[in-house]
């Protein structure tokens, strides 16, 4: 940008004989040293490639000087390129790996949330949705998150990561996974969030009863695991065949949204 160079540490876990790549956007307080071990977990358990990428400013990044704004000054960590970080994570699939937008899962979990909403909404809008879209103990914006924890009431002019707003664009299968007793993001950030999407996109949500913002994936793998395949294999793209009524969602994603899986649900 701007003639400057700047890099996004990443990393590439190749599945054998797999034909989807999940591109994941991590957490707040993780970095990519952090998850390596449990995204090759999630990889071979899942049957799919995965793609994971630093911020700016985080992990391996390299921030300061290779960074300009337009007005001369480093670029740090910022929302926009946050953006601008998924955009290269993408743009290397989709052009050096020949990853087709379809074949791509966005997974955001919680600030990750925020550059997966965002390029579910760019590449719908431009004509190329992604395959599929999950969003795990997301929020439905910065300020919200700040005004809902300390009871107050922001109307603030430039809101970080409208994720809300962003929803309303997507147009693939979400999947929207939140701990019923989430501590840092309020539990009904996930119910609105998948009430922002269209109705035909919305996947049955896993609302996980007794657990908070972090651990879902560890300490309920069973149950999680057992969620995600399904929708991937839900969500995967049909045999290329003309349908009767092209360009409208398979019939597969419409689940109803009321409920979700839970422990009791046989398909577990």
């Not at 704004?69 to 290397?92: F, L």
Request: hydrophobic content about 40%.
């Amino acid at each position: 940008r701007n003639g400057q160079v700047y890099k996004v540490p990443a990393f590439f876990i190749r599945r054998r004989n797999a034909t989807r790549t999940l591109l994941f956007s991590h957490g707040n307080a993780e970095d990519l040293g952090m998850m390596y071990a449990r995204m090759k977990d999630l990889a071979m358990v899942l049957g799919v490639n995965i793609m994971a990428y630093d911020y700016t400013g985080y992990g391996l990044s390299v921030p300061g000087p290779l960074h300009t704004s337009s007005a001369g000054k480093p670029e740090g960590p910022s929302e926009n390129m946050v953006y601008r970080n998924i955009e290269a994570a993408y743009r290397y699939l989709t052009t050096v790996r020949d990853v087709a937008p379809s074949d791509i899962i966005l997974y955001g979990r919680s600030l990750g949330s925020g550059p997966s909403c965002y390029l579910a909404a760019k590449t719908a809008l431009a004509g190329r949705p992604v395959g599929a879209l999950i969003l795990h103990s997301p929020f439905l914006s910065v300020y919200r998150v700040v005004a809902d924890l300390n009871g107050l009431d922001l109307r603030a002019v430039g809101d970080m990561f409208n994720n809300e707003k962003r929803a309303a664009s997507v147009r693939c299968p979400t999947l929207v996974i939140h701990g019923v007793d989430d501590e840092v993001v309020p539990f009904f950030h996930g119910q609105r969030l998948l009430a922002a999407v269209p109705e035909e996109y919305r996947a049955c949500p896993f609302w996980v009863e007794g657990m908070g913002h972090n651990h879902i994936e560890s300490r309920c793998r069973r149950r999680y695991v057992a969620v995600v395949a399904h929708f991937l294999q839900m969500t995967a793209p049909p045999p290329p065949a003309p349908g009767p009524y092209p360009g409208e969602a398979d019939a597969r994603y419409r689940h109803r949204t009321a409920g979700g899986y839970g422990a009791g649900d046989p398909r577990l």
